[in-house]
C-alpha cells in the first residue's frame, strides 16, 4: 500500500504528503489503499488534483475542497452510488462548500472490506504493484475504506496534530557483516553536507542526511543491542528501522533477533536487501524467507516494503532514502519545536580535552545555550553545542542530534533529558524525583502485591511474553506447536522471539523492555549474560526436558509462579 502511495503520487504528479492528504480527505485510511488501488478512486483523485492545479495549488479552496469530502465521506463509507456508472457521479467537492455535502449519500456497501483482501491475492500472483484490478464488475464501486483511521503507535507521545512535522529518527540494524556499516557510511559520505572541520565528521551517535525529501536523523551505533539498550531505559528513539539483509545471506539468527526487536518496539521496518551487485545475490529468496515470517512484501500482497541496495555501488540507496521519507510521512512525526523541551541521551564520553561530552536526541522543544539539562538526578548547564557534523550551534529543534558540553558526569544512553530554565528550577526537579524515588521505594516494600496486579484486571486478557531459545531448529518448532495450543481466551502467550542457541544479552533486553521469561531448552546461558539477567530482575530457566518446560509455561500462564527471594 504505501508503495502504492509512492506510485500514485508521482503518477498523478503531486507530493506523498499531499497525496496522503486527499486520500485522507476522501476518508480513504492509507492501510486500505490496497496494491491493486480502484480505478474510480484514482480517477476522483486526478481530478481533485486537476481541479487545485486550475485553482492555483496551495490555495485555501484546495484544503476545503477535502475537507468537505471527508465530512461527506465520513457521512457514508461510499463515495459513488453502485447503481450508476462508477466515474459519473465522482464529483471532486465544489470549494467553499461548507457543510457536508449529502449529495451523494448512497447505501453503504458492505462487502467492503471483504475487496481489498480479494485484490490482494491477484497481487500475490505477481502482478506489479502499479496493476490496478481490471475484473471490477461494471457499476461496481469505489471503496475506500475509512473504517480502519490509522493507529497512533502506541506508546509514543502524541503531541497536539498542529504541531510542525518533524524528521525522522532512523536506526540500521540487521546480521553481522551483512553491510550495516557500510550502509550508513555511503549515506554519510552522500548525503552529508562537510562540516565545519573540513568534512571529518567525528562520531557522534548520530548524523543528519540531507534528501531530496527532506532531513532525515541516523543513529549511528548500527545494531539491536544500542536500539534495545536505549528502549531498556524507557526511551523509544527510532521512529523507523532499516533491517539490512544481505541478498547473497538471506535471513539469519541476528536479523531475526532484529526484526523481533523492531516488531516489540512497535517501530516500522523498510527492509533493505543489500549487495545486490553481488553475482549470486538472490533477492527474491530473502522475500520468499520473509513471507515465512509472517512479514509479506508488498509485491507479493502484503505491507512490508522491501528495498534492493548496494551500499558499495550506491544502487538503491535513494529509492531507501524516499521510503524512509514516505513511511515517515505516513507516521505523521510531529513535535512542537515551541513546546516543553524533552531528550534522550544517544550516547556519551569523555574526551580528554573537552571533558564530558554528551550526544542528546531533541524529541520535543528546543535546546539553548545556557539551559539546565537534568538527567536523572543529575543535572549540567549546557556550555557549548555542536551539531553532528561538527558545527557549533546556539540551539537546536526537535529530531536535532546535539552533542553537549556541560555534564558533570557520563550519562548513559537512553536516559531521558528534561531541562530547567536556571539552576534554582534544576535543583527543584532533582529533588522532586529523588524524593519520587524514595516514595516508591517505600510503597514497594511496604505493599504486597494485589491479586490485581498479579493476575491483571479482572476479565482482561493477560499476555505472557516469552522468549525462547533451544539447541535445534526442530526443538524449537516443536516447543512452539505446544505453546501455540495452550493459548486461551484470556491468556496470550507472545513468544516475542524464537531462536537456536544459547540466550544472548540482546535476549535479555528485549526480555527486561518487555518482562518476558526466558526459556532455555537443552541450552543455558553464558555467565556473563547470566549475570546481566540477575541485574535486570530477567528470569532465564533451563530445561533439559520439553514437558519440565511447558509446566513451567503452565506455571507461568495461571501466574502462580512462586517469586524466587
Ligand atoms: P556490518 O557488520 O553489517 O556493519 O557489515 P559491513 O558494513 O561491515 O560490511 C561487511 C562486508 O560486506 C564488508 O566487507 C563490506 O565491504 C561488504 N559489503 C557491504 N555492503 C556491500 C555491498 O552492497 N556489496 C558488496 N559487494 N559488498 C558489501
Redesign the pocket.
Known amino acids: 500500500s504505501k508503495v502504492r502511495i509512492y506510485t500514485l503520487a508521482k503518477e498523478v504528479g503531486v507530493e506523498n504528503h499531499r497525496m496522503l492528504e486527499i486520500l485522507d480527505g476522501l476518508g480513504v485510511s492509507y492501510k486500505s489503499v490496497s496494491s491493486t488501488i480502484e480505478e474510480d478512486t484514482v480517477e476522483l483523485i486526478k481530478q481533485i488534483v486537476a481541479e487545485e492545479g486550475a485553482q492555483g495549488a496551495g490555495s485555501g479552496a484546495a484544503a476545503e475542497a477535502s475537507q468537505a469530502s471527508t465530512s461527506s465521506a465520513s457521512t457514508s463509507p461510499a463515495n459513488t452510488s453502485p447503481a450508476q456508472p462508477a466515474a459519473d457521479d465522482v464529483q471532486a467537492p465544489t470549494p467553499g462548500a461548507s457543510a457536508p455535502a449529502p449529495t451523494a449519500a448512497p447505501a453503504p456497501e458492505p462487502r467492503s472490506s471483504e475487496m481489498p483482501a480479494a485484490s490482494s491475492s491477484a497481487g500475490a500472483q505477481g502482478s506489479p504493484v502499479s496493476t490496478p484490478v481490471k475484473e471490477r464488475q461494471p457499476g461496481e464501486v469505489v471503496q475506500p475504506s475509512s473504517m480502519q483511521p490509522g493507529n497512533p503507535q502506541p506508546g509514543t507521545p502524541q503531541p497536539a496534530s498542529d504541531a510542525p512535522h518533524r524528521a525522522p529518527v532512523v536506526t540500521i540494524m540487521?546480521?553481522?557483516?551483512?553491510?550495516?556499516?557500510?550502509?550508513l557510511?555511503y549515506i554519510r559520505k552522500t548525503k552529508v553536507a562537510a562540516g565545519e572541520a573540513g568534512g571529518i565528521t567525528q562520531h557522534v551517535g548520530a548524523f543528519e542526511a540531507q534528501t531530496s525529501k527532506g532531513r532525515i536523523v541516523f543513529i549511528d551505533t548500527?545494531g539491536h543491542e544500542a536500539f534495545t539498550t536505549i528502549r531498556a531505559r524507557g526511551a523509544n528513539v527510532a521512529d523507523i528501522a532499516i533491517i539490512?539483509i544481505?541478498a547473497d545471506d538471506s535471513l539469519m539468527p541476528q536479523t531475526r533477533e532484529a526484526i523481533a526487536h523492531a516488531q516489540a518496539a512497535k517501530v516500522p521496518m523498510i527492509i533493505a536487501i543489500?549487495?545486490?551487485?553481488?553475482a549470486q545475490a538472490d533477492p527474491d529468496r530473502v522475500k520468499t524467507d520473509l513471507t515465512q515470517l509472517n512479514l509479506v512484501p508488498e509485491e507479493y500482497g502484503g505491507d512490508l516494503i522491501v528495498v534492493p541496495?548496494?551500499?558499495?555501488?550506491g544502487e538503491g540507496v535513494e529509492d531507501l532514502l524516499e521510503y524512509i521519507s514516505l513511511t515517515a510521512e505516513l507516521e505523521d512525526l510531529r513535535a512542537d519545536p515551541k513546546g516543553e523541551f524533552s531528550g534522550v541521551i544517544i550516547e556519551g564520553k569523555v574526551d580528554k580535552q573537552a571533558g564530558v561530552l554528551a550526544t542528546v536526541m531533541v524529541q520535543e522543544g528546543t535546546l539553548h545555550i545556557g539551559d539546565f539539562l537534568v538527567v536523572g538526578e543529575k543535572y549540567g548547564k549546557i556550555k557549548a553545542m555542536t551539531d553532528s557534523a561538527g558545527g557549533r550551534i546556539k540551539s537546536a529543534g526537535p529530531s536535532t542530534p546535539v552533542q553537549v558540553l556541560g555534564f558533570s558526569e557520563v550519562p548513559d544512553s537512553g536516559e531521558k533529558v528534561r531541562s530547567a530554565k536556571n539552576e534554582h528550577a534544576a535543583r527543584e526537579l532533582v529533588e522532586a524525583r529523588a524524593s519520587d524515588r524514595r516514595d516508591t521505594e517505600n510503597a514497594r516494600v511496604r505493599s504486597r502485591l494485589t491479586l490485581e496486579e498479579m493476575m491483571g484486571p479482572l476479565g482482561s486478557v493477560r499476555t505472557v511474553n516469552l522468549i525462547l531459545r533451544a539447541d535445534t531448529q526442530g526443538s524449537v518448532e516443536a516447543i512452539q506447536g505446544i505453546l501455540a495450543r495452550k493459548e486461551s481466551d484470556d491468556v496470550k502467550l507472545n513468544v516475542m522471539f524464537a531462536g537456536i542457541g544459547s540466550p544472548s544479552e540482546a535476549d535479555v533486553l528485549l526480555a527486561s523492555t518487555a518482562e518476558a521469561t526466558i526459556l532455555c531448552f537443552s541450552t543455558t546461558p553464558a555467565g556473563g549474560v547470566k549475570k546481566m539477567a540477575e541485574g535486570k530482575g530477567v528470569d532465564i530457566k533451563s530445561f533439559r526436558i520439553i514437558y519440565e518446560l511447558i509446566d513451567e509455561v503452565d506455571r507461568l500462564i495461571k501466574g502462580t509462579t512462586e517469586p524466587v527471594f
Do not use: E, F, M, Q
Open positions: 540487521g546480521h553481522v557483516d551483512h553491510g550495516k556499516t557500510s550502509l557510511d548500527p539490512v544481505a543489500n549487495k545486490i551487485d553481488l541496495v548496494s551500499a558499495r555501488s
